[in-house]
Nanobody, 118 residues
């Protein structure tokens, strides 16, 4: 079993910044990629950013230049630094992990709420 635990969500003003973290435990060698999805009310869950153990990254077009994903393999932790936040970034952010960037949805965290006020 793999457990993913998110932290760092909260309420911020538009234009502000927030960093969310995801710590993995359990059978950590069962996956090679970790990242973040988000889901707003009434919307489909969408990929935000992902990263492999080797550092290869992938970002949604809507967050390029504003969000940065990074990882600490020793801590089995992935971080998402979110800058220039917009109200449309408001969503529940879910940590996810999987075999590779094309399939990183084998494991899911419980999610952390990010709310951006206007």
């Amino acid at each position: 079993q793999v457990q993913l635990v998110e932290s760092g969500g909260g309420l911020v003003q538009a234009g502000g910044s927030l960093r969310v973290s995801c710590a993995a435990s359990g059978n950590i060698f069962s996956f090679n990629a970790m990242g973040w999805y988000r889901q707003a009310p009434g919307k489909q869950r969408e990929l935000v950013a992902a990263i492999t153990r080797g550092g290869t990254t992938n970002y949604a077009d809507s967050v390029k230049g504003r969000f940065t994903i990074s990882r600490d393999n020793a801590k089995n932790t992935v971080y998402l630094q979110m800058n220039g936040l917009k109200p449309e970034d408001t969503a529940v952010y879910y940590c996810a992990a999987g075999f590779n960037l094309a399939r990183m949805t084998d494991y899911w965290g419980q999610g952390t709420q990010v709310t951006v006020s206007s």
